[in-house]
C-alpha cells in the first residue's frame, strides 16, 4: 500500500452495503482495523438494518435511513465509551449489516420415507416436499443465537437446520392428522397452515419469521402408486370381463408397437387375438340369451311360475240391489236365465260407476257365446 492510500484509508468517513447477492443473511462492514471517523455517514437502506458491536457489546442499531455518526446518534456507545461532550476523535467498531428482506424459495423434503398408519390401506411410506420463506424479524436474536462472529452469513448455513426442524415437525403432524392418504392431496392448503402455525414460534427462537410454507408434493413409493393405479383402472372399466378386455388391448397395442420383438412377442400377439376374439363370442352369446325369441317367449324360461291370474270379479245389480261378485260361469248362467241383459248395470274393480253390461267389454264377450234361451214347449 502506498503512502497515499494510506493516509486516505485511515479512517473510514461512509458506511453502507449495497448487496450484490441474493442469499446473504447478515454482513459485516469492512473496516480492516481502521477506525470510523467521527460524524462520518452511515447509509442503511430498505430491508436492512445496521448492527454497531462495541468490544463484543450490541451497541446502536439504525433503522433505513442516512445517519451522521456522532454522539447524539449514538447515544449507546457514548456511554460504553464514556464520551464526553464535544468528542470528535475516530472510534472503533464492529458495523452489521442485517438483511431483512424475505428469501423465498428455500426448499424443504424428507431425505427418507416417512413411516405411518393409512386407515383404508395400511402401513405407508410416504415422501415430501415443498417451499418455504423467511425473514430476520429480531436482529439481535439472530446474530446472537445464529450468526455469531461470521463475517458474511448466508442462507444456506442455516437452511439445514431449518429443514430439519421442518421434517420433524411435518412427520408429528402428519401422524397424528389421520388424514387418509387419498384426502392429502384435497388438504395441501389447510395443511400447510397449520404447519405454518407450529413450526412458527421455533423459528422465533432464531430470530427469524416463517413467512410462507407451502407443501407441494406428498408421494408413494413408485411401486405402491403402480398397484393403486391398477385398482383405479378397474374401478374405471368396471367388471372383470371389461378388465381382461382393457389388458387384452394394452397387450395388442404394445405388440403392435414392437413387431420384431421375436418368437414371444409374436407368441403373445397370437394369445391376445385368441383372447379377443373369445370374448367377442361370449359377448354374443350373451346377447342371444337376452333377445327375445319371435313367439314372444324368452329364450330362457324363468326360474319360478308367474303369478296366476286373478278371476273375473263382476258385481250385478238387480231389484235394485248389489249382488256378485259373480265370476265368468256365473255370469253365463245370469245371461242364459235372462237375468243379465245388456242394459243391467255391472261393476267391476277399477270402474267409476255403474255400466251397462254391453259397454264393459269383459261382458259384453259373454253375450256372443251364451245361447239365447229355448223356445217354450
Known sequence: MGLWDKLT????????????????????????????????????????????????????????????????????????NSWKHGFESPFKAEVYFVNTKNFIDLKWGTVNPIMLRDPEFGPLRLRAFGTYAIKISDPLDFIGEIMGTDGRFQVGEVSNQLRNIIIT?????????????????????????????????????????LTKFLVENISLPPKVEEVLDKRTSMGIVGDLNKYTQFQTAEAIEKAAQNPGGGASDGMGLGMGFAMANQMMNQHTQQQQQQSVQPTGNPATPPATPPPLPKPLEIYVAQDNQQTGPFDKKALKGLISSGALQKDTLVWQAGMEKWQEAA???????????????????
Open 9 to 80: 484509508n485511515e479512517f473510514i468517513d461512509v458506511i453502507e452495503w449495497t448487496d450484490d447477492s441474493q442469499d446473504t443473511m447478515v454482513w459485516r462492514f469492512p473496516r480492516y482495523n481502521n477506525e470510523i471517523k467521527y460524524g462520518a455517514q452511515l447509509t442503511v437502506r430498505e430491508s436492512q438494518t445496521a448492527i454497531f458491536v462495541n468490544e463484543g457489546s450490541v451497541a446502536d442499531v439504525f433503522g433505513p435511513g442516512m445517519y451522521e455518526l456522532i454522539t447524539e446518534n449514538m447515544p449507546i456507545m457514548t456511554t460504553l
Open 169 to 209: 415437525r411435518f412427520t408429528d403432524i402428519i401422524g397424528q392428522s389421520k388424514i387418509p392418504i387419498l384426502d392429502l392431496a384435497s388438504n395441501y392448503n389447510e395443511l400447510s397452515k397449520f404447519l405454518q402455525e407450529k413450526i412458527q414460534p421455533e423459528f422465533k427462537e432464531y430470530g427469524l419469521d
Open 359 to 377: 259397454t264393459v267389454t269383459t261382458v259384453a264377450n259373454l253375450f256372443g257365446t251364451t245361447p239365447p234361451p229355448l223356445p217354450p214347449q
